[in-house]
C-alpha cells in the first residue's frame, strides 16, 4: 500500500479540552511570550455542541507521487536531500 496523507479528528469535548488549556498555562511562567490566555469564547461553543469532525490532509508531493505512478516519494521531491551523492570515479 501507499501512504497517500494524514487522517486526523478533532477533540470535541468541552471539559477535556478545558482541562488541556489549563494544564498546558501551568507550562507557562507569568510574563512568557508564549503565555495563551484561556480560550473561553471556543469553550463556549464546543459546550453550545461542536459536532465529530476530521479531515485527511495530503501533500502535494504525494499527488505528483500518485499521478506520476512513482514507487517512491524521493523521485518527486523537489529537494531530494535523502538520496546518496552520485560518486564520480
Not at 53 to 79: A, E, P, W
Amino acid at each position: 500500500g501507499m501512504e497517500m496523507g494524514n487522517a486526523f479528528t478533532e477533540l470535541n469535548d468541552p471539559r477535556d479540552q478545558e482541562a488541556r488549556f489549563l494544564d498546558m498555562g501551568k507550562t507557562f511562567q507569568a510574563g512568557d511570550d508564549d503565555e495563551t490566555p484561556l480560550d473561553e469564547d471556543y469553550l463556549r461553543a464546543m459546550r453550545y455542541g461542536m459536532p465529530p469532525n476530521g479531515g485527511f490532509g495530503m501533500g502535494v508531493d504525494r499527488l505528483v507521487m500518485l499521478l506520476t505512478d512513482q514507487d517512491s516519494i524521493r523521485d518527486v521531491l523537489l529537494y531530494p536531500h535523502l538520496r546518496p551523492e552520485s560518486k564520480s570515479e
